[in-house]
């Protein structure tokens, strides 16, 4: 196997200590914070000619992220890595019982193309804070971003423990072919489920976040003028391809109808009366990106956008009225700049459309009135939810980012990045003395022992009382 050599070189390292200590770590994260701002620019360079990111979206999305992750990283890493007591019995009093996070090894990261940058870093920022040794996989498709990655993040990070491995489906097939102790991937449910596939075969714990269909519902109580932005931003932010995008509106028709004008305008608004002009918005990453998305406008009728154009991969921002659960755009994640409205009769035929399909990563609910958010949150399922507004769910570090079921499996963000790539370790450390403590434990066994044992484990439930 060609990459047999380096994972045995990085276990090496990851077996000889040297990722372990708090200063280590805190000294890689750094340099992975001067990488950020020495490399803004080629990064903003990079990932405009890949997918004709705005510049803007660009530095707030794979730039600001990523340094808050980092930040609250360094400023919280030495708690995350205290050792956590926990409560202990009776007969355990004088001796320390403590959960120990341990790094797992050597870990894997496969990022996806659509946030070349982001999607890599803020795994690896947990991998790193955690104590392990890593081997990045970045997309081959965002194929600027990563020549970037492979040919500059080594001079920034330690070689005996972090390498950049590049290629496409053939070399990530050979390096899945290598034991980890631990594989992140991020991308479609077909390849999650060849990711999984691989990891079974040695037992190999997994994080999969794989993305899906995100139903947005609009109640009729609402600003329509508020919504139609905010929808717009998440819809058409990096041209749609974005794995917690609006993928889909569920409304009444009547809320149609007053939607209509409100997008026109809003993206009016924020890309021009021609949006192909706009330095504001994006292109698609790839020729078969672009024929597949197309292949989606004949989903209902196109009452805003449709435009297209085969040499810049453009896509203008595109909205379908009247389109049936039937239609291809219903069938498979979007993942571009269309959003289709399906027509509902309330918020309970909305809810049952939601819950009729594999669960989202995430459920978006507009409404003035705080109890249908609050209803639509109750009886849906997803990884995240968030009322009146779109994505920004995700930018919260101290909220778990993940789906359930067919949209991820796991969670990040934060120190919850950090506890994905540790082993929570059960630690008793016992007193070589008081021997008689144990005695009710050992044969000869009678009733007495059983009692004295019963009394010293024993947990009981805390008294209730009902307030009348």
Known sequence: NPYAGLVSHLRASWLSGKTRPMEYRMAQLEALGRFLDDKKQEILEATELDMGKPSFEAFFSEILLCKNELNITLNNLYHWMKDEHVNKNLVMQLDSAFIRKDPYGVVLIIAPWNYPIHLFLVPLIGAIAAGNCVIVKPSEISKNTERLVAETLSCYLDSDCFAVVTGGVPETTRLLENKFDYIFFTGIPPVGRIVMAAAAKHLTPVTLE???????????????????????????????????????????????????????????????????????????????????IRALLGSGRVAIGGQTDEAERYIAPTVLADVLPSDPA???????????????????????????????????????????????????????????????????????????????????????????????????????????????????????????????????????????
């Open 210 to 292: 794989l993305g899906g269909k995100n139903p947005c519902y609009v109640s009729d109580t609402c600003d329509v003028t508020n919504v139609a932005r905010r929808v717009a931003w998440g819809r058409f932010f990096n041209a749609g391809q974005t794995c917690v995008a609006p993928d889909y509106l569920l409304c009444t028709l009547e809320m149609q109808e007053k939607l209509m004008p409100a997008l026109r305008e809003a993206i009016t608004e924020f890309f021009g009366p021609n949006p192909q002009e706009s330095p504001d918005f994006g292109r698609m990453v790839s020729d078969k990106q672009f024929q597949r």
């Open 330 to 468: 219903m069938q498979e994640e979007i993942f571009g700049p269309i959003l289709p409205i399906v027509v509902v009769a309330n918020m309970d035929e909305a809810i049952d459309f939601i819950n009729a399909r594999p669960r989202p990563l995430a459920v978006y609910a507009f409404s003035c009135d705080s109890k249908v958010v609050n209803q639509v949150l109750e009886r849906t399922s997803s990884g995240g939810f968030c009322g009146n507004d779109t994505l920004m769910h995700v930018t919260l570090t101290s909220l778990p980012f993940g789906g359930i079921g067919n949209s991820s499996l796991g969670k990040y963000h934060g120190k919850f990045t950090f506890d994905t790539f540790s082993h929570h370790r059960g630690c008793l450390h016992r007193s070589m003395g008081l021997e008689a403590l144990n005695a009710p434990r050992y044969p000869p066994y009678t009733q007495q022992k059983l009692g004295l044992l019963t009394a010293a484990f024993e947990v009981k439930r805390r008294g209730t009382c009902t307030l009348l």
